[in-house]
């Protein structure tokens, strides 16, 4: 392989690395847990919808 030739790798994802790295202050920030339990409740509430049906 020439040298002068790049052969992509870390290279080539160099810039998602840094999108995914930069920390918007503008951005939302939710707990994870909070995310977690807003599935579960939102998961109750289909199954009882379910039943109740």
């Not at 840094?18 to 509430?45: C, H, Q, W």
């Amino acid at each position: 392989m020439d040298r002068g030739q790049n052969s992509g790798g870390l290279m080539s994802s160099a810039g998602l690395v840094r999108y995914f790295d930069a920390e918007d202050s503008n951005a939302i920030r939710i707990d994870p847990k909070t995310v977690i339990a807003t599935g579960i409740m939102l998961g109750v509430l289909v199954q009882l919808l379910i039943f109740v049906s």
